[in-house]
């Protein structure tokens, strides 16, 4: 069974510190994808990248896909409320399934 | 553009009753369709998957069921709810790797 690790799986900061959250596995992925979920909605996707190595920045959001394909991080800058949430990333395998992490509970505090 | 609906948003089902959720989407043809469960504030139970009318794979046994009569329309059943049957379900579409969700359905068994 391939298993995605997703630490931590609760952080809260204050407003305007800086924070990283990561995904891990042993086993390679075709792509990887972060999803936001609020409280009582479905995930929403925020990135995908399928590259070793890939970075994508979205605003104060920073994308890493390690260069093996096995691993992801997201970074946020400057964190403000509204990045509160549920994190969650997402391997992708070749016969359209994904492998999820647990998610990462956010808190940004005012 | 593509769209999912999911219905309903909230349901409260006493134990031992039937239970039928509906999902559609619009916008996009044979597309890959899912219901997952997700415990609250964790990640995402996958619990059947269909890549096709009629072609339904279940990841966990359980006390529940999945239909595709339809292209676009995937249906979650249960004959006989349990209280562990509670949670927050989800439906999703995919086309190749990422995946679209609905609003959710908040299931009480009582």
């Known amino acids: 069974t391939q298993l995605l690790e997703q630490s931590p799986q609760f952080l809260s900061i204050q407003e305007g510190e800086n924070l990283t959250v990561y995904c891990n596995s042993s086993?390679?992925?075709?792509?990887l994808q972060w999803y936001r979920q609020e409280p009582g909605e479905g995930p929403v996707l925020l990135v995908t990248?399928?590259?070793g190595g890939e970075v994508k920045k979205l605003k104060r959001l920073t994308f890493q896909f390690g260069d093996a394909r096995k691993d992801s991080s997201l970074h946020i800058t400057a964190a403000q409320p509204g990045d509160t949430g549920l994190y969650l990333c997402?391997?992708?395998?070749?016969?359209?399934?994904?492998?999820w992490g647990a998610g990462t509970k956010l808190i940004i505090k005012p | 553009s593509q769209t999912i609906h999911q219905w309903p948003a909230t349901l409260v089902q006493p134990v031992g009753s039937p239970l039928s959720l509906e999902c559609t989407v619009e916008?996009?043809?044979?597309?890959?369709l899912y219901w997952y469960r997700q415990a609250a504030g964790r990640g995402l139970q996958l619990l059947f998957y269909?890549?096709?009318?009629?072609?339904i794979s279940s990841e966990v046994p359980q006390n529940l069921s999945a239909s595709r009569p339809q292209d676009r329309q995937f249906i979650l059943s249960s004959k006989k709810l349990l209280l562990s049957d509670s949670g927050f379900y989800l439906c999703?579409?995919?086309?190749?790797?990422?995946?679209?969700f609905g609003q959710g359905t908040r299931l009480t068994v009582v």
């Open positions: 997402a391997g992708g395998r070749s016969n359209y399934q994904l492998i």
């Open positions: 086993s390679v992925f075709s792509s």
């Open positions: 990248v399928v590259t």
């Open positions: 916008g996009t043809s044979n597309p890959n």
């Open positions: 269909s890549v096709g009318i009629g072609q």
């Open positions: 999703a579409w995919s086309g190749q790797v990422e995946a679209f």
